[in-house]
């Protein structure tokens, strides 16, 4: 958040003032022992999601990119904040592709900047995938509908699906719409025939959860 304040905000002459009114500096001796935040972590949240599409219209805005690889790796990319960022990200590289090249220098920018991202959804698409694989695999050979009792069906359907907390028939379809998505034919067919296949297994595995839970709960 400080970073991004001090890029879109360093031309202005009240920069600082911007800066103070989401971090105090901590004095001691007359250098700054640690900074303390003067705002919640959602509304920290929020204003590095508001500020993401600024960066893209300057020479920062590969922050945006390191941001996402970032949540990817800490597993926080199911969050609003990645969700936002990554919007950003994916329309900012999709525009500059489709625009018309002003000179060969700009057109050769635009194509390493194309490349880069897709090499990163490619990235992130087989890392996905692969996390699946390993984390599912025995839980899928083990599972048998046709010997299970619905208290393991229950909990089995609502692992596939995702299910945590208090659920209701709005939570399992909103779930189920969810995953159903992401695993679309149209989301895979670049990541090879191995991965196609393994995201036709996911596809299988949600249908008839959502089918049972459908059946068990009227839905």
Not at 79 to 101: A, N
Not at 124 to 136: A, D, G, L, M, T
Not at 203 to 214: E, G, L, R, V
Request: aromatic share 10%.
């Amino acid at each position: 958040m400080i970073l991004h304040t001090l890029i879109n905000d360093s031309a202005k002459d009240d920069w600082v003032n911007s800066l103070l009114k989401f971090v105090s500096p901590v004095m001691e001796d007359n250098l700054v022992k640690k900074i303390r935040p003067n705002i919640t972590e959602a509304n920290v949240k929020k204003h590095i999601a508001d500020s993401a599409a600024k960066l893209n219209s300057t020479d920062w805005k590969d922050v945006n990119i390191c941001l996402l690889d970032y949540l990817f790796n800490m597993g926080d990319n199911s969050s609003e904040l990645y969700t936002s960022v990554h919007k950003v990200v994916g329309t900012y590289f999709r525009q500059k592709t489709h625009r018309k090249k002003k000179s060969d220098g700009k057109g050769e920018k635009k194509q390493q900047d194309n490349s880069r991202y897709q090499s990163y959804e490619r990235y992130e698409k087989y890392e996905r995938y692969e996390r699946y694989e390993s984390h599912s695999s025995n839980k899928r050979d083990d599972f048998d509908s046709t010997r299970a009792t619905d208290f393991e069906k229950a909990k089995h359907y609502g692992q596939v699906l995702g299910l945590t907390g208090k659920v209701s028939k709005a939570y399992i379809r909103k779930k189920y719409l969810e995953l159903i998505a992401k695993y679309h034919p149209d989301k895979v067919f670049d990541l090879g025939e191995e991965l196609k296949i393994l995201a036709e297994v996911k596809t299988k595995q949600i249908n008839a959860a959502y089918d049972w839970m459908k059946k068990k709960y009227s839905i």
